[in-house]
């Protein structure tokens, strides 16, 4: 982990509020310096600018509480959703960010979410890495709603 901390993937000013313990343990603490590690570190190097975690590692009790899905891999520390930082702070910035990180390849998934109906400017990216598999694939969300979008539709063939 060279550009990030671990705090910042589970600190959560919701968990505070309501005394939930929310620190990873064990092998989730391992997926989430494996995520930085293969995924994040290279995207802040390339990037040339912060990248910021609004979300990452969810314990359960955090995640039912803020409505999270009932498999999602923030209940394991392998994801995380990240905006674009510094100066560099706009959806579309969060889109040139998720081009970038599907060209670098290593990831399970990467959604690109709450995008406008008829473009790829998300709100925030969410990415995954698993240390055994990864699937590389890429969704967008729009009202709710995912759908796959390909390399070609990222510009990237």
């Known amino acids: 982990m060279i550009y990030f901390k671990l705090i910042e993937f589970f600190k959560s000013a919701k968990a505070a509020a309501l005394g939930i313990d929310n620190t990873p343990k064990g092998e989730y603490e391992k997926n989430l310096v494996a995520l930085t590690d293969f995924v ?21 009790e955090l995640n039912r509480t803020v409505g999270g899905a009932g498999k999602s891999q923030h209940l394991t520390g392998e994801t995380a959703d990240i905006v674009s930082g510094g100066s560099k702070v706009s959806k579309k910035y969060n ?22 109906k008829n473009d790829l400017n998300p709100k925030w990216i969410h990415v995954s890495y698993s240390r055994t598999h990864n699937r590389g694939q890429i969704l967008k969300m729009v009202g709710g709603r995912y759908s796959a979008i390909t390399r070609k539709d990222l510009g990237l063939e």
Request: hydrophobic residues 35%.
């Open 40 to 60: 994040l570190d290279p995207a802040r190097k390339a990037w040339g600018s912060p990248i910021n975690v609004t979300s990452g590692f969810r314990c359960q």
């Open 95 to 116: 889109h040139d960010l998720g081009v970038l990180i599907a060209k670098q390849g290593k990831f399970d998934q990467l959604i690109f979410e709450d995008c406008g």
